[in-house]
């Protein structure tokens, strides 16, 4: 009897020492950077400019943020910038960070990854996505926030991301299409993932009652059809100026979002009225 108390007391001892060992660890490994991850899953609400948008926002609320570019290169033309490398090189050891991604010309608080190769390769391996975020916490500049947006194609990549944070956001606009095209990406997600929060994001609207109308369509199939509850985050209109247009200072609508996607705000926000009662969901 005294030996099984005093074995138990040695396991308990050993245990002990392994959890605060661990604590220790957990002490010296740098946070995580925060996750946004946004996807369109139709051409047409791929809007880059309300992406950068929504980013110097966040920027100006004094984060440091990293965007991941999931395009096809579409996004650095517009930005007017020169790509020579993406995150596959880093991943493969070719280049370093600084040689790979870059900060955008005034605009404090931005930098550029074109990572579409990077993040596919990423996805084929177990536990990648986490390992990459463990990366860019031990920059000597560490990014606040990765902020990671792609189109249709990119949606089951970009997806292992979005599931490290535990939502995703998806980018809507108010057309019969986009609306079709979100509805059966987010059943295929939603049968892989269905512990996944999902967000979503009006763009390009016009008004509250264009937003209200079309998030309560999508919102109510989601939901009856799926067994998925939508969060609405709100509605953005069309941007005004170029995308590279580092003067074009981001509108209440945007600044609202991005306090919520940036600072926590809310869990939801509606720009100008309520969804009624019998659409919310």
Same mark, same amino acid.
């Given at each position: 009897m !005294?030996?099984?108390?005093?074995d138990?007391g040695? @396991?308990l001892?050993k245990?002990? *020492?392994?959890? *605060?060992?661990? #604590?220790?660890?957990?002490?010296?490994?740098?946070?995580?950077?925060?996750?946004v991850?946004?996807? &369109? =899953?139709?051409?047409?609400? !791929? @809007?880059?400019?309300?992406?950068? $948008?929504?980013? @110097?926002?966040? &920027?100006?609320?004094?984060?440091?943020?990293l965007?991941l570019?999931?395009?096809?290169g579409? /996004?650095a033309q517009l930005?007017?910038?020169?790509?020579r490398?993406?995150?596959?090189?880093l /991943?493969?050891?070719?280049?370093?960070?600084?040689?790979? +991604?870059?900060? !955008?010309p005034h605009?404090e #608080?931005?930098?550029?990854?074109p990572?579409?190769?990077?993040?596919? &390769?990423?996805?084929?391996? $177990?536990g990648?996505m986490?390992?990459?975020?463990? #990366?860019?916490?031990?920059? *000597?500049?560490?990014? %606040?926030?990765?902020?990671?947006?792609?189109?249709p194609?990119?949606?089951?990549?970009?997806?292992?991301?979005?599931?490290v944070?535990?939502?995703?956001?998806?980018?809507?606009?108010p057309?019969l299409?986009?609306?079709?095209?979100?509805y059966?990406?987010?059943?295929i997600? =939603?049968?892989?993932?269905?512990?996944?929060?999902?967000r979503?994001?009006?763009h390009?609207?016009l008004?509250?009652e %264009? =937003?209200?109308?079309?998030?309560?369509?999508?919102?109510? +199939?989601?939901?009856?059809?799926?067994?998925?509850e !939508?969060?609405?985050?709100?509605f953005?209109? *069309?941007?005004?100026?170029?995308?590279?247009?580092?003067?074009? $200072?981001?509108?209440?609508?945007?600044?609202?979002?991005?306090?919520i996607?940036?600072q926590g705000?809310? %869990?939801r926000w509606?720009?100008?009225?309520?969804?009624p009662?019998?659409q919310?969901v």
């Open positions: !005294l030996q099984l108390v005093s138990a040695a @396991r001892k245990r002990k *020492q392994i959890d *605060q060992a661990a #604590g220790l660890r957990a002490l010296m490994q740098p946070a995580l950077p925060r996750l991850v946004s996807v &369109a =899953a139709h051409e047409a609400a !791929l @809007r880059h400019d309300g992406f950068m $948008q929504l980013a @110097r926002a966040g &920027a100006q609320l004094g984060h440091e943020l965007l570019d999931g395009s096809r579409e /996004l930005l007017k910038l020169r790509i490398y993406e995150l596959i090189h /991943l493969e050891g070719e280049k370093r960070f600084d040689e790979v +991604a870059q900060e !955008l605009q #608080g931005l930098r550029y990854l990572a579409q190769r990077g993040l596919r &390769a990423l996805a084929e391996v $177990q990648g986490r390992n990459l975020l463990q #990366g860019f916490a031990q920059l *000597q500049r560490a990014p %606040d926030f990765v902020v990671a947006h792609g189109g194609d990119l949606i089951p990549t970009l997806v292992e991301l979005a599931v944070e535990g939502n995703m956001i998806w980018r809507v606009t057309r299409e986009v609306i079709t095209a979100t059966a990406q987010l059943k997600v =939603a049968r892989k993932y269905p512990t996944l929060r999902h979503v994001w009006l390009g609207v008004d509250s %264009d =937003a209200d109308h079309a998030f309560a369509n999508l919102a109510e +199939a989601a939901q009856r059809f799926l067994g998925v !939508l969060q609405y985050l709100g953005t209109g *069309q941007s005004s100026g170029p995308v590279e247009d580092a003067t074009l $200072q981001p509108d209440a609508r945007v600044h609202c979002l991005a306090n996607l940036f705000a809310a %869990d509606h720009a100008a009225e309520e969804i009662e019998t919310h």
